[in-house]
């Protein structure tokens, strides 16, 4: 007997899958929409036929509230689906731009430090503190990351079971 890896296994690893089916757009959207219906006591969502973005429903709402976004297309006579697992966007960009500032304030400070020391001068004796403190803010933000992921876990497994349970039974191996 052979075992194979399907499209949903790779989940485990990246939070991204990308799979073939023999359905027309309208098709797929109208299956996702019925079995959406079907278990609207566990997931909400808004499905069109280019988009859908299912998210868990859930008595506290925390912001890292994970939600599963499907993206289907036209590819050469097959339809193309990408889903993307994790917070929404506005999360996304809100903690890439924390890390961003954190980093380049930190770049910024020992960049001061460094130059100072070479040219010394004693203009900038807090450089050093404060490039340490922005280590400290990468630090919890990422620390603030990791905490919503381990919290968002439940609700990441009923997002594959939808994954496998609504889309898998369309795949078509290319």
Known sequence: METKETTLDKIRTRPRFKMYTHLSKE???ENLKKYLTEHQDEFTGNVNTEV???SVLTKDDNYWKPCLALRTELDEEVTVIRG???PSSAVWTFFMFLYFLFSISWMTFFTMYYVENQINSHEYPWALHASFVMLFFI???YAAARFGQSKAKAE???LRKFAEESTLKFEKLV
Do not use: D, P, R
Request: hydrophobic content about 55%; glycine content about 6%.
């Open 52 to 54: 859908a973005t299912i």
């Open 156 to 158: 990441m497994k009923k």
């Open 139 to 141: 630090a919890v933000t």
């Open 27 to 29: 098709t797929y959207a």
């Open 84 to 86: 993307v697992f994790g």
